[in-house]
């Protein structure tokens, strides 16, 4: 499937033809005194305003941009739904933070947590012609919530930004047969030069087969017919190729190849057809180093917060995420690590297509205590599942900087708690490097990566050159903590600075309490000169195979980004560039 085609769909990896996009005008109101409930609203009420779906009614681009934090909101639409012997998905991608959903005043689902998606079948409610779907959301923003960089104060502080209430990634609905897959899974194994492919159909205890269809630039290079037995099929097909140089067309940042997916299941008379793609390429570590397919890959990372001046966490349209991908790669940069937020399934496509490497981290909330590791419990899993197929994905980050779990330097059932998730994550996908817990203070991890925010190229040089001796005490200069738990010390993991530079500069007086990080120094020159200072002393570290430099934009009152709140270049992306090819060039050039 052509990349165009795939940009029409919100999920350009499981991709239906028969489906309908939900996004744009919705009713709307806001429920101050919490009476919608008991008042029945999702039977009878004429909601009195309209937001812009899928942007959050805090943001301009809703069309509301209410600055007063009302936590229940309500939204309506009448959609027209012709049924056919059919059953009728509706997908929500993000939605913060509980949601209730009714179809044609029926109670239909109920969910927690605020950035992974969700599914619903809703065929036993609705009817042929018009229906109305209404969803409740409330949003106190707890700091037991799953927050990410949300504020939980009245207003925006140091690095945390505006609150996002309700529908905030694209809704959609899609037309299946009876029998339709649910669930699959890819796992590239190139040392084999296989793809194992796991399908789960629904409804459970169906059976059929599954024809599956492999291609590369439109040519086909496998074919194979799987057996579903009881809702389930699992086999591992041989991905071929004639080229005499290799077995595979290897999904590298250099040289994104992504091979074409058709999966059709025919259970009865229907086939469910989904067309979708995956890149072969293996993560791995060995002796300090990062692995890429097999060869030392020293990343060159860009911490993002995905934040944009209209749309808070919703860009005002997928050409944003084109172009932020685009900027990255044209700076020099070979990966992202995405900070605090669950990014968009367009995002997620676009980083495979166009080749960046990408770091997945769970958004943190800040209380330990019962209802929040529930929910963090709860939401993993649909947060590993959404990235599971991405060639770009390649760390799992599952704590940060001890947020919401504050006293696992010493604390036992804290350090569990991060284990028993990086066990758990381990045990639902082993082909990725896992990071208990990144910055400080690790436990279980891949990884030993560090956040240290020094200013001063030269201290940088000497504090690291002593990386061997002070592996296992506190080599962050910006920071007390130990790189351990106690209890727990370094066993060979690959060291990465996860987190450094944050220049501050803004030429701006638009931006109110401005915050960055180190010293504010006075022209573009002076700060681009340190930016550039930094990034090479922090490659010519020995023994560290990579850096996360913070961060790509400046965010409302953070002035720390490479391009400004509205994403556009501060400094000049040639000078960064030639900087980061100074180090392990792979001689690629992005232009």
């Known amino acids: 499937m052509k990349h165009e085609e795939r940009m029409t769909y919100h999920n350009p990896q499981c991709i239906r033809k028969n489906w309908t996009d939900l996004c744009g005008e919705w009713d709307f109101e806001f429920d101050p005194q919490n009476m919608g409930l008991k008042e029945h609203w999702y039977e009878s009420h004429e909601f009195s305003q309209k937001i812009k779906v899928p942007f959050a009614y805090q943001s301009p681009l809703s069309g509301l941009e209410e600055k007063e934090n009302i936590p229940v909101v309500w939204y309506k639409k009448r959609v027209e739904i012709p049924l ?54 409330e949003d106190i923003t707890s700091s037991e919530q799953i927050l990410g960089k949300q504020s939980w104060k009245d207003e925006n502080f140091l690095c945390w930004y505006t609150k996002t209430t309700g529908i905030w990634q694209p809704v959609w609905m899609e037309i299946v047969p009876q029998n339709y897959i649910d669930e699959f899974y890819l796992v590239p194994n190139i040392e084999e030069g296989t793809l194992d492919i796991e399908i789960y159909t629904n409804p459970v205890g169906s059976s059929g087969q599954l024809q599956v269809d492999i291609a590369f630039n439109e040519r086909k290079v496998a074919h194979s017919t799987i057996q579903i037995v009881d809702h389930y099929g699992h086999q591992r097909m041989y991905i071929q190729s004639d080229d005499p140089n290799f077995r595979l067309h290897y999904w590298t940042p250099e040289d994104p190849n992504l091979y074409d997916i058709t999966l059709s299941y025919r259970n009865g008379q229907t086939d469910d057809v989904i067309y979708s793609y995956i890149g072969m390429r293996a993560i791995d570590s060995r002796e300090g180093d990062i692995l890429l397919n097999n060869e030392v890959f020293y990343q060159k990372l860009i911490l993002n917060q995905g934040y944009y001046a ?18 990255t790669k044209k700076m020099g940069f070979n990966g992202m690590r995405i900070h605090q937020k669950v990014e968009e399934h367009k995002f997620l496509y676009l980083c495979d297509y166009y080749g960046l490497v990408l770091w997945a981290e769970m958004p943190s909330f800040y209380k330990f205590n019962r209802f929040s590791k529930r929910n963090y419990l709860e939401n993993l899993e649909a947060f590993i599942r959404k990235h599971y197929n991405h060639p770009s994905v390649i760390v799992w980050t599952l704590f940060n900087e001890s947020w919401g779990v504050n006293g696992i330097y010493g604390d036992q059932k804290q350090q569990q708690f991060v284990n028993a998730i990086f066990e758990l994550t381990k045990s639902m996908d082993s082909t990725r490097m896992v990071i208990g817990n990144d910055g400080w203070e690790h436990t279980r991890t891949d990884i030993l990566s560090i956040h240290d925010y020094t200013s ?24 007390s903590k130990y790189n351990y738990c106690k209890g727990y010390q370094y066993e060979g993991e690959p060291i990465l600075l996860s987190e450094f530079g944050g220049v501050a500069y803004t030429q701006s007086k638009e931006v109110d309490n401005a915050w960055g990080y180190g010293e504010r120094l006075k022209t573009e020159e002076d700060v681009i000169e340190k930016i550039s200072t930094l990034m090479k002393v922090v490659m010519e570290i020995d023994g560290v195979c990579g850096f996360c430099y913070t961060q790509l934009s400046d965010v409302e009152q953070e002035i720390n980004g490479l391009l400004d709140h509205q994403h556009e270049y501060k400094f000049s992306q040639k000078k960064i560039k030639d900087t980061l090819n100074t180090y392990r060039s792979t001689g690629f050039v992005f232009e």
């Open 310 to 327: 209209e749309g808070l966490m919703t860009p005002p349209d997928v050409n944003w995420f084109v172009e932020d991908i685009l900027k």
């Open 456 to 479: 001063e190229p030269e201290q940088i040089k000497q504090q690291y050159a002593k990386i061997k001796e002070k592996v296992n005490g506190s080599l962050s200069m910006t920071s």
């Open 84 to 137: 056919n012997e059919e059953r009728i998905l509706l997908h929500f991608q993000a939605v913060d933070f509980s949601t209730r959903v009714w179809v044609n005043g029926h109670n239909v689902y109920s969910h927690q947590g605020g950035f992974v998606p969700f599914k619903i079948d809703i065929t036993d409610y609705v009817v042929s012609g018009l229906n109305d779907i209404v969803v409740r959301v």
